[in-house]
């Protein structure tokens, strides 16, 4: 195994398998719709893990995610206590990953330009 893929990132990618499965099929809070977990950072202590989040909802709904979020840390924690053979299990922090929107903006931008001088070369014409 590579020495740069440390037992701190294989926990982390641990944890992210398990609480996607948990989030699927154990939890029941309507505020929190279809979400996707694209990452996990855990500390060296294993003390805590921020959870990075996305969701295609519109910015009142994630509000909503965030706080049911939260709300269900405890039981996440409880259940993944019971998936994973760790001494400690890490206080789950949760953060709205915004680099999924960024990303659609700036590829919409990107777009737009490219049109933009489609449509100025179109009208220079010979």
């Not at 996607?20 to 929190?32: C, F, M, S, T, V």
């Not at 959870?51 to 049911?68: A, C, I, K, M």
Request: hydrophobic content about 35%; glycine content about 6%; proline content about 3%.
């Amino acid at each position: 195994m590579p020495k740069d893929y440390s037992r701190t990132l294989r926990i982390a990618d641990q944890i992210q398998r398990e609480l996607a499965d948990l989030i699927h099929n154990e939890l029941k809070d309507p505020r929190i719709g279809m979400i996707t977990l694209t990452g996990v950072e855990v500390t060296h202590d294993y003390a805590h893990a921020k959870v990075f989040y996305t969701t295609l909802r519109s910015e009142n709904d994630n509000f909503l995610t965030s706080h049911g979020l939260e709300h269900a840390a405890g039981f996440l924690r409880s259940h993944l206590s019971h998936r994973l053979k760790l001494r400690v299990i890490p206080q789950l922090h949760f953060i709205y990953d915004e680099s999924i929107e960024r990303g659609m903006k700036l590829s919409q931008l990107i777009d737009e330009a490219v049109a933009q001088e489609g449509s100025e070369k179109e009208t220079d014409g010979p």
